[in-house]
């Protein structure tokens, strides 16, 4: 009965995909460009100025993570142009003041086996940036605070989502999600990714749990890649308390937090191991208040990253022994793992698909990297999600003066990502 089911449920999809010119991915694998896959390219190169103008709205509202009055404003924007789009309304959720957006479309919204699109609309950049960095598209490159990382890559998502909607309209003119099959898919947009999902990550968990598949739109690697390994971060302040003196004085009758974090920062750093890629980093530190005076307090942080889970463990068992060595001081640890590694075997039957899909869109090879930076990804992967990265905008200069979005690589990204949620919809179908 499923079988039977499960060829109808095709079958209808056919008979969309025929009417409007775009064939599903299940239909023929040729490995070769196909006219109803090419055709979807065409399709969203026709919604390239939609797609800049799209990406020029939401970088002209700036959206730093910690000032959330702003984070809210482009929360609004981002639910309107996803009301445009997808002709329906976000689920608008605020966790301690920070506002997510969640679409769920499909015949079964919120059931098991879906696909997961995850984005965000927060920035690492502060209020006022569009004064030195203003919106610009010249020569084929746009310009502007967040374009790259990653407002350009939420804009693909709803013209991507859109256009399977628009595959499956109706004579009423609705968008035909219920055509995306058991699970659908779920559209999660966040509000604080650059610092960390602190409000976030259980709302991506969670919904990572009941899907297939998480594909992220973070930007891509250099020169376009797919990002299919990802490492993982440990975060941690290490805080020295000592005893204040007189540094001319009696400097003896002090316990110096300085010297005591010089002795840290050294045993931290060694607890890196270069032949495994895990980097131990001692990054800010300050100590004491006055020149002439034994500090009697001082703290350094500390970056962590890793590519698998025994390391993270074991750098964190590490950290949580840390024991003074300057008489009388006392040392506080805190912190610990804060994102798990996006491990490569979770992304590589998802690199395959887009590989196969990429090749049926008549799109050049895809290539793959493995990156030091973390991303909601990690969250994904970590409950045994398959993850694939690195979807969104081709450029570069994330959080830098350079950030740029390349504009011809839009339309093919678009159509990578429709076509790809396609192919995971259909394998629950078929």
Request: one cysteine or more.
């Amino acid at each position: 009965m499923a079988k039977q089911a499960g060829a109808r449920h095709a079958g209808s999809r056919r008979a969309v995909f025929e009417h409007t010119g775009l064939e599903h991915a299940s239909l023929k694998h040729t490995g070769h460009p196909q006219a109803g896959r090419a055709s979807l390219v065409v399709a969203m190169e026709r919604r390239l100025p939609a797609i800049l103008a799209d990406i020029e709205t939401l970088v002209r509202c700036e959206s730093p993570s910690s000032v959330a009055d702003a984070v809210s404003r482009s929360a609004d924007l981002v639910a309107a142009l996803g009301r445009h789009h997808l002709r329906t309304e976000a689920e608008r959720i605020v966790i301690d003041g920070c506002a997510h957006l969640r679409w769920r479309l499909g015949a079964e919204p919120g059931s098991a086996g879906g696909v997961l699109v995850l984005a965000h609309h927060d920035t690492v950049w502060p209020l006022g940036s569009l004064e030195a960095h203003p919106f610009s598209v010249r020569d084929g490159v746009l310009r502007g605070p967040g374009c790259f990382d990653m407002k350009a890559g939420l804009v693909l998502a709803l013209h991507a989502l859109a256009e399977l909607g628009r595959a499956g309209q109706s004579g009423a003119g609705q968008l035909g999600f219920g055509q995306l099959g058991p699970g659908g898919v779920t559209l999660l947009v966040t509000g604080d990714e650059e610092l960390g999902s602190p409000t976030s990550r259980g709302l991506i968990e969670a919904e990572a749990a009941r899907c297939r598949a998480a594909l992220v739109l973070e930007a891509s690697a250099d020169g376009g890649a797919l990002k299919t390994a990802r490492k993982g971060v440990s975060l941690y302040e290490v805080r020295a308390v000592g005893r204040a003196a007189h540094a001319g004085l009696e400097p003896e009758r002090g316990v110096n937090a300085t010297v005591e974090l010089a002795h840290q920062v050294l045993a931290v750093a060694g607890l890196a191991d270069a032949a495994l890629g895990t980097t131990v980093t001692p990054t800010a530190l300050s100590s004491g208040t006055v020149s002439n005076t034994v500090p009697a307090t001082g703290a350094f942080s500390v970056d962590v990253r890793m590519w698998d889970a025994g390391e993270q463990a074991r750098v964190h068992a590490a950290m949580s022994s840390l024991l003074p060595v300057v008489p009388d001081a006392v040392l506080q640890v805190t912190g610990g793992p804060n994102r798990p590694p996006l491990p490569a075997s979770s992304s590589e039957r998802l690199f395959a698909l887009a590989s196969s899909v990429a090749a049926e869109l008549g799109l050049a090879p895809l290539t793959a990297a493995a990156v030091g930076g973390a991303s909601d990804g990690n969250y994904t992967a970590g409950v045994g999600t398959p993850t694939l990265d690195g979807l969104g905008a081709v450029g570069g200069g994330a959080h830098a003066d350079n950030e740029h979005v390349l504009v011809d690589s839009l339309p093919g990204r678009a159509a990578l990502l429709a076509a790809l949620i396609d192919s995971l919809l259909t394998e629950v179908t078929t």
